[in-house]
C-alpha cells in the first residue's frame, strides 16, 4: 500500500499566518503540522508517500523534508495547481504514483497518534471497498461529515455537516481506498462549491456496500481555525510532556 497526503489549499481561514506560508508547516507545539501524519504514515508501516501542494510554497516543504529519509520514507512529490479544486481534484494526481496499489490518504492538518498497522492489515486482505475513518464526539456542532454505520458494520450514509446528524461519528480525514478510486474520481461533477468532493467518492463506495469505518481514539483538524489550532498545540504539548514524566 502506498500513502498520498494532501497538504494544499489556501487555507484563508488562518490568515493572516498563511499570507506568506502554507498552514501545513505551521507548528503544533514542538515541529511542524505536516510531520504528523508523515509519522502515522511511518508507524503504520508505509514506505513510499506522495505529498500533494499547492505551487506557492512546494519549494518549502522540499527544503523542510527533503526525499523523506529522516522518516525513513521514500517521499515524492506533485504539485496541485488548482488549490480550490477540491480533495478529489487532488487526488487524482496520485494515478501514476499508486499504479494500481490500495492507497492510504491523510489530509497534512490532520493531528492524531492511533497506529493504523491494523486497519491497515485487515484492508489489505479485502478484495476491494474503501474505509473512512470517524471519531465518536459531539456531531451538533455542524462542523463535520457524519458517519452512520449499520448493523452490519458497513457504512449506511454520509452526511456532510447535518443539521441534525445520525450519529456520533464524526468524519476525519484519513481515508483507505482499493485501486479503483482514481476511475470514480474521473465519474465525479464539480459540487455547488466548484470542487471534486471527497464526500461523492466515498459515496460510490457506500453506493455498492464496499465503505467500512473504523473509529480513532483522538484527532484534532488543526487546519480549520485559529481556535482549533491552538487546541491542537496545548494538546499536543499535554501529551508530549506526559509522556516525558
Not at 511511518?42 to 519549494?59: D, F, N, R, Y
Not at 497506529?115 to 491497515?120: F, P, Q, T, Y
Request: proline share 4%; with cysteine.
Amino acid at each position: 500500500m502506498k500513502g498520498i497526503i494532501l497538504a494544499g489549499g489556501l487555507a484563508t481561514r488562518l490568515r493572516p499566518l498563511t499570507l506568506v506560508t502554507n498552514k501545513h508547516l505551521l507548528p503544533i507545539y514542538n515541529k511542524p503540522m505536516i510531520y504528523y501524519p508523515l509519522e502515522a504514515m511511518k508507524k503504520s508501516g508505509i514506505k513510499e508517500v506522495l505529498l500533494i501542494t499547492s505551487p506557492h510554497h512546494a519549494g518549502d516543504f522540499t527544503n523542510l523534508l527533503g526525499n523523506g529519509e529522516e522518516f525513513n520514507l521514500k517521499l515524492y512529490y506533485a504539485i496541485q495547481k488548482n488549490p480550490t479544486g477540491g480533495i478529489a481534484d487532488g487526488l487524482k494526481l496520485a494515478r501514476e504514483f499508486a499504479k494500481n496499489e490500495k492507497i492510504l490518504v491523510i489530509l497534512g492538518d490532520n493531528i492524531f497518534d492511533f497506529n493504523l498497522k491494523k486497519a491497515i492489515e485487515k484492508f489489505d486482505k479485502r478484495q476491494k471497498g474503501a474505509v473512512v475513518f470517524g471519531i465518536d464526539m459531539d456531531t451538533k456542532s455542524k462542523q463535520y461529515g457524519v458517519i452512520e454505520i449499520g448493523r452490519t458494520g458497513k457504512v449506511s450514509s454520509i452526511e456532510e455537516k447535518p443539521d441534525n446528524p445520525k450519529s456520533r461519528i464524526a468524519q476525519t480525514g484519513i481515508y483507505m481506498y482499493d485501486d479503483r478510486a482514481f476511475d470514480f474520481i474521473d465519474k465525479l461533477r464539480p459540487s455547488g462549491r466548484g470542487q471534486l468532493e471527497i464526500t461523492d467518492l466515498n459515496n460510490c463506495y457506500l453506493k455498492e456496500g464496499t465503505l467500512e469505518c473504523e473509529t480513532i481514539d483522538w484527532w484534532i483538524d488543526a487546519g480549520t481555525s485559529h481556535d482549533e489550532l491552538l487546541r491542537a498545540n496545548n494538546l499536543v504539548a499535554e501529551k508530549v510532556k506526559k509522556r516525558k514524566l
